[in-house]
């Protein structure tokens, strides 16, 4: 949600191998996840326009995008909102704040056998 974390984490991620495409918005995710196809999405929840539970709704309930992995990132760290994350959809959750070392190795758990 605040710019400075994503591009901290996508800097970080990126360092160690990864490709990476960003979205500011719930609605850009859909739309991009659509798009490219990746094999993981990181997703905060609380995102402009559309937050990032609806936007999770909308990337599992489309058939071309129902198996990329969800990761959600975020610092609604109470179990309930963990609850509502999974519940939405979402195949992981990591309170914030969180080491980027932490996300990138949550983040290769989830990566397909073989990818990097």
Same mark, same amino acid.
């Given at each position: *949600? &605040? %710019? *400075?974390?994503?591009?901290?984490?996508?800097?970080?991620?990126? &360092?160690?191998?990864?490709?990476? =495409?960003?979205?500011?918005? $719930? +609605? +850009? /995710? #859909?739309?991009?996840?659509?798009?490219?196809?990746?094999?993981? #999405? #990181?997703?905060?929840?609380?995102?402009?326009?559309?937050?990032?539970?609806? =936007?999770?709704?909308?990337?599992?309930?489309?058939? /071309?995008?129902?198996?990329?992995?969800?990761?959600?990132?975020?610092?609604? =760290? %109470?179990? /309930?909102?963990?609850?509502?994350?999974?519940?939405? $959809? @979402?195949? *992981? &959750?990591? !309170?914030?704040? @969180?080491? !980027? /070392?932490?996300?990138? =190795?949550?983040?290769?758990?989830?990566? !397909?056998? $073989?990818? !990097?």
């Amino acid at each position: *949600d &605040f %710019e *400075d974390n994503r591009v901290m984490y996508a800097e970080y991620l990126q &360092f160690n191998g990864l490709r990476v =495409a960003e979205a500011v918005n $719930g +609605e +850009e /995710a #859909v739309r991009r996840t659509k798009e490219l196809r990746p094999s993981v #999405v #990181v997703m905060d929840l609380s995102l402009p326009v559309m937050d990032g539970w609806e =936007a999770t709704r909308r990337i599992k309930a489309d058939p /071309a995008t129902a198996n990329i992995r969800v990761i959600a990132l975020t610092g609604h =760290a %109470e179990p /309930a909102h963990a609850k509502k994350a999974l519940d939405a $959809g @979402c195949d *992981d &959750f990591i !309170p914030k704040p @969180c080491l !980027p /070392a932490d996300l990138l =190795a949550k983040v290769r758990a989830h990566l !397909p056998k $073989g990818a !990097p």
